[in-house]
């Protein structure tokens, strides 16, 4: 099998839409609204190697890949191209996926432990380092995919305890840190927003401190407020998070998630 690029890649067409009747006619959820604005992430990325972790960011991956991204490279997490439906297309050689990383042609999403008002994430221990409360995964490959690829991150339970004043060890670099580190850290680093269960956030401040980008239906800035540990900058005017189109909708109902596992990853609030 020799490595492919998306000219050499069968084009992918989305089912035909029908008029929306039983489930595909009712209103999108929030954990459908959390898939969409995944999945603007990768809008416009070209042919970038798409790393999402966790299962409503795979979900607006492949949801990309179909609907707006159609250059968007998908893999198995190991040395497989694959389509949205987890059919192989190509092969990704080791020596190929270094290249697409330290090119800056992957696009991350994570998650974060913690996450602080300029970016900075934690997913390696809460508390201090030398004796922490509690070990969680350890930093990984968080500093490298931040300083050499644009990562976005998945919150999928928005809280004061996640969202801190200052997270207890920097594992993904956050932009003050990375302008503190000099041009070798913020020549390619990019965080291009945060998506959880209220609402997307980004950066576009003048301190590139976090902003409220937009709210999911039916919460409220003061909730945003309330669940998180610092002040974010908040405008005038907050939009909503864009509703999925019908076509959307039946992918992410029919064709992507047809068990419904995005409803238990965000749950009810």
């Not at 928005?158 to 070798?184: L, N, Q, T, W, Y």
Request: proline fraction near 10%.
């Amino acid at each position: 099998m020799t490595p492919v690029g998306p000219h050499d890649r069968a084009p992918l067409t989305p089912p035909a839409t029908p008029p929306p009747t039983g489930a595909a006619a009712q209103a999108p959820t929030r954990a459908e609204y959390c898939v969409i604005a995944c999945a603007e992430a990768w809008r416009g990325n070209g042919e970038v190697l798409a790393s999402p972790m966790g299962l409503v960011p795979s979900l607006g991956a492949r949801l990309a890949r179909l609907a707006f991204s159609p250059d968007l490279l998908l893999t198995d997490g190991e040395a497989l191209l694959v389509r949205p439906d987890g059919t192989v297309e190509g092969w990704l050689p080791y020596r190929r996926h270094l290249a697409l990383v330290t090119g800056g042609r992957r696009h991350v999403m994570m998650g974060a432990s913690q996450i602080d008002r300029y970016g900075n994430q934690n997913i390696s221990c809460i508390g201090d380092w030398a004796r922490p409360r509690r070990q969680l995964l350890g930093v990984r490959g968080a500093p490298v995919n931040t300083l050499n690829n644009p990562v976005s991150y998945w919150i999928p339970r928005h809280s004061p305890r996640v969202f801190v004043e200052k997270v207890d060890m920097i594992c993904g670099v956050g932009h003050d840190s990375a302008a503190a580190a000099g041009p070798a850290a913020t020549r390619y680093h990019r965080i291009p927003r945060v998506v959880s269960d209220l609402g997307v956030f980004d950066f576009a401040t003048p301190d590139r401190s976090m902003r409220l980008a937009s709210l999911h239906p039916g919460v409220t800035v003061e909730q945003v407020r309330e669940a998180t540990g610092f002040e974010p900058v908040v405008e005038d005017d907050v939009p909503y998070t864009r509703e999925p189109t019908a076509a959307e909708l039946l992918l992410i109902r029919e064709v992507l998630d047809p068990a419904g596992g995005r409803d238990r990853e965000v749950g009810a609030r």
